[in-house]
Each structure stands twice: as structure tokens, then as C-alpha cells.
């Protein structure tokens, strides 16, 4: 059974640090990984896919990569702003051969003072 | 454009009562999913239909129905409210993948509704 972790679940830090979000999966046969950032009282945005072919997917100031035989994804923020503040949750499949549903991790609450 | 939306956005309601959740999307996906984000905030779907027919359902008591009159539709009915029900519940749609496939897409998340039981 796929089971996601996100290390650290909290982190506050000021405004211009570079960040890195931990996320771990148990069973290394995924397709795919994806990050969503949650905002207060709003749903899921998609922020980076990672397909099991590739290591690493970049947008903006946002990198993502996967280790699929460690069972590792980190999401790098460069240059963190106040409006970065948010919940990130990285997402899995849960085996090949499946329908299209997602295993989330619990999410890392982030937030950037100025 | 709203691409997903989800009706009512909060919803208070006495133990015992029965209420529905509405969902539509206008991305022309065949598939829709409900999710349920409980008090520690983890995600976990319940249900995905695709045109229509059921596709997941995730161990979810039968006191929830999904009823998908249309693929751009997907309504959560919950008979018997309990305290326990009470969460945020996500509506989403993507294109149907069958991994087997291979390549994914992504899925698009309406922004919540809040059921809180009293």
C-alpha cells in the first residue's frame, strides 16, 4: 500500500530564503509525482508534474525532483516571497495499473514573513 | 471561467440530516473524482466516475451516493450526517488515464466545501 510523507510539516521563514520541501513514498513503481499548493479556504493548484521518465521539472522559481528508487521528491523554492505562504502537498498513484487517483501526502505548511 | 465549481461552498448541519454537494466542470473531462481533507488535513479520495459510471470507491460507508447525471456533473449525496463527517470535500476532473498507459494528467480541484455536523 502507497503510503506519501512531507517532512517538515511546518516551516516559517523570512522573506528572500531558498526552501526545500521533502517528500517520501514507500512503494518506488509510481508513474509520476505531482506538487499541489493549497491556499486557506481555496483548492489545489497544480504546481509541477514529474513523469517517472524524467528527474526533475522546473516552473519559475520552482524545481521538483525524483529519485523514484530512493522514494524521494524535494521541491526547491528559490528566493522565497510572502505570497509563497501556503500548504504543499506532493501526490502519488498509488500502483501501475490503476485508475487516475491520487495518494496524498499530509503537506508542508509554509510560511514567509516579510 | 470557473473550471471546476462546487456548491455550497460552506455547509452547516444538525446529526441525522441528509444534504447534497454539487460539482460541474467545464474542461470536457470524462472523469471526476470527490476527495475528502479530514482535520488533519490529509487528502483521501472516496469516489471517481468515469462518463458517468463508477470507477473507485474507496471503502466509503454507503451512507455516501455519488450520482453522476452527465460527465460534467458529479454530486456527493450523504444520508444520516455524523460528526464524524465533518471535513472539507474536493471535487476534481481530469482526462481518463489508465496508467497501464502510461503518460498521466493532471487533475483540476474545485476550491472545497466545508460540511461541518453539529
Known amino acids: 500500500k502507497q503510503e506519501v510523507t512531507q517532512i517538515p510539516a511546518a516551516l516559517s521563514v523570512p522573506e528572500g530564503e531558498n526552501l526545500v520541501l521533502n517528500c517520501s513514498f514507500t512503494d518506488s513503481a509510481i508513474y509520476n509525482l505531482q506538487w499541489f499548493r493549497q491556499d486557506p479556504g481555496k483548492g489545489l493548484t497544480s504546481l509541477l508534474l514529474i513523469q517517472s521518465s524524467q528527474r526533475e521539472q522546473t516552473s519559475g522559481r520552482l524545481n521538483a525532483s525524483l529519485d523514484k528508487s530512493s522514494g524521494r521528491s524535494t521541491l526547491y523554492i528559490a528566493a522565497s516571497q510572502p505570497g509563497d505562504s501556503a500548504t504543499y502537498l506532493c501526490?502519488?498513484?498509488?500502483?501501475?495499473?490503476?485508475?487516475?487517483?491520487?495518494?496524498f501526502g499530509a503537506g508542508t505548511r509554509l510560511a514567509v514573513h516579510p | 471561467d470557473t473550471a471546476v465549481s462546487q456548491t455550497p461552498k460552506y455547509l452547516v448541519t444538525q446529526m441525522g440530516n441528509d444534504k447534497s454537494i454539487k460539482c460541474e466542470q467545464n474542461?470536457?473531462?470524462?472523469?471526476m473524482y470527490w476527495y475528502k481533507q479530514d482535520s488533519k488535513k490529509f487528502l483521501k479520495i472516496m469516489f471517481s466516475y468515469n462518463n458517468k459510471e463508477l470507477i473507485i470507491n474507496e471503502t466509503v460507508p454507503n451512507r455516501f451516493s455519488p450520482k453522476s447525471p452527465d460527465k460534467a456533473h458529479l454530486n456527493l449525496h450523504i444520508n444520516s450526517l455524523e460528526l464524524g463527517d465533518s471535513a472539507v470535500y474536493f471535487c476534481a476532473s481530469s482526462p481518463l488515464i489508465l496508467l497501464a498507459g502510461g503518460r498521466w494528467e493532471t487533475q483540476y480541484f474545485g476550491p472545497g466545501t466545508r460540511l461541518l455536523v453539529l
Open positions: 474542461l470536457g473531462h470524462d472523469t
Open positions: 501526490a502519488v498513484p498509488p500502483a501501475p495499473g490503476g485508475y487516475n487517483k491520487l495518494i
